[in-house]
Nanobody, 124 residues
Framework: QGRLVESGGGTVRTGDSLRLSCIAS????????VAWFRQTPYEEREFIAR????????YYGGSTGGRFAMSRLNNVNAAYLEINNVELDDTGIYYC?????????????????WGRGTQVTVSA
């Protein structure tokens, strides 16, 4: 059974930078696409970024505004999300997800394995 564990969240101020980590276990990580989603109260999970299995192709959601950068290190079963110049609207729970699907990957329903999330709170 695959498992994902996120870390790196916390309370930061606007303009700060932070890096979230996602560590996978129980699956051949290098064969999965991996993604980050964000959820805020009363909103559906929003697609933030994803990488293909090799990490050579990245896609970013429309709200990222060029401030987010995703990477992965398959040799340590890890994926990362860097957020630069954080804004108040970046507040939310950030989830890591993995999937072997190749279509509709901007939809949360297309992802098979989810972590429990890490909370990011941005204050002014």
């Amino acid at each position: 059974q695959g498992r994902l564990v996120e870390s790196g969240g916390g309370t930061v101020r606007t303009g700060d930078s932070l890096r979230l980590s996602c560590i996978a276990s129980g699956v051949p990580f290098e064969t999965y696409s991996v993604a980050w989603f964000r959820q805020t109260p009363y909103e559906e999970r929003e697609f933030i970024a994803r990488l293909n299995p090799s990490g050579s192709i990245a896609y970013y959601g429309g709200s990222t505004g060029g401030r987010f950068a995703m990477s992965r290190l398959n040799n340590v079963n890890a994926a990362y999300l860097e957020i630069n110049n954080v804004e108040l609207d970046d507040t939310g729970i950030y989830y890591c997800a993995a999937s072997r699907r190749t279509v509709d990957l901007d939809l949360s329903t297309s992802w098979d394995i989810w972590g429990r999330g890490t909370q990011v709170t941005v204050s002014a």
